[in-house]
Antibody
Framework: VKLLQSGPGLVRPSQTLSLTCDISGDGVASITAAWNWIRQSPSRGLEWLGRTSYRSGWQNDYGVSVKGRITITPDSSKNQISLQLNSVTPEDTAVYYC?????????????????WGQGTTVTVSS | ELVLTQSPGTLSLSPGETATLSCRASDSVSERYLTWYQHKPGQAPRLLIYGASSRAPGIPDRFSGSGSGTDFTLTISRLEPEDFAVYYCQHYAGSPTWTFGPGTKVEI
């Protein structure tokens, strides 16, 4: 399984940060996976942003710190997920990662974020 | 709100020594969701341990995890040069949301 991230490295303040994560070797609608976005910055460390998963329908969950500004969208036709973060400020400057959360078939067991994208350095600056 | 605290912040050791890293949760948590990652500069984090004590595929047996309740430990025996990195613990924090500890840097 591989995750390949793409998107701009520079975003202007108040604009929207947009990243995509192409999935190969697994399906975005896999019932044993959740597809997450995480970021890392010197000031905030590793911060979970949100996830999308398919269990009898699509379900999205978002972190409190970015709720209201974040949208994660799955695209089954392209087998990818996307991240949109609105109204960015310099505080959103970070390395952004997508990662697969792996589960057993009934989600009774959790096997960690076992596959990660390569990371995208995003700078918010005018 | 679940908070994970890691100690020490930095661990200075030599190759061949044993590293003992602590992760403490602000409330009692399930071992099922306690996970450890290794992170090196310029690379993506790497899954080491899930379920508090199960090694991820391909992880050498010098890495071991233990603990329950609020106290968890990652032990790295016989440190190799490639083991010098930052180590994070992670747990499900409900809502649902995930939280990471601040990390422990293992340096030479």
């Amino acid at each position: 399984v591989k995750l390949l991230q793409s998107g701009p490295g520079l975003v202007r303040p108040s604009q929207t940060l947009s990243l995509t994560c192409d999935i190969s070797g697994d399906g975005v609608a896999s019932i044993t996976a959740a597809w997450n976005w995480i970021r890392q910055s010197p000031s905030r460390g590793l911060e979970w942003l949100g996830r999308t998963s398919y269990r009898s329908g699509w379900q999205n969950d978002y972190g409190v710190s970015v709720k209201g500004r974040i949208t994660i969208t799955p695209d089954s036709s392209k087998n990818q997920i996307s991240l949109q973060l609105n109204s960015v400020t310099p505080e959103d400057t970070a390395v952004y990662y997508c990662a697969r959360g792996s589960y057993s078939g009934n989600w009774a067991y959790y096997y960690g974020f076992d596959v990660w994208g390569q990371g995208t350095t995003v700078t918010v600056s005018s | 709100e679940l908070v994970l605290t890691q100690s020490p912040g930095t661990l200075s050791l030599s190759p061949g020594e044993t590293a003992t890293l602590s992760c403490r949760a602000s409330d009692s948590v399930s071992e099922r969701y306690l996970t450890w990652y290794q992170h090196k500069p310029g690379q993506a984090p790497r899954l080491l341990i899930y379920g508090a004590s199960s090694r991820a595929p391909g992880i050498p047996d010098r890495f071991s995890g233990s603990g329950s309740g609020t106290d968890f430990t990652l032990t790295i025996s016989r440190l190799e040069p490639e083991d010098f990195a930052v180590y994070y613990c992670q747990h499900y924090a409900g809502s649902p949301t995930w939280t990471f500890g601040p990390g422990t840097k293992v340096e030479i």
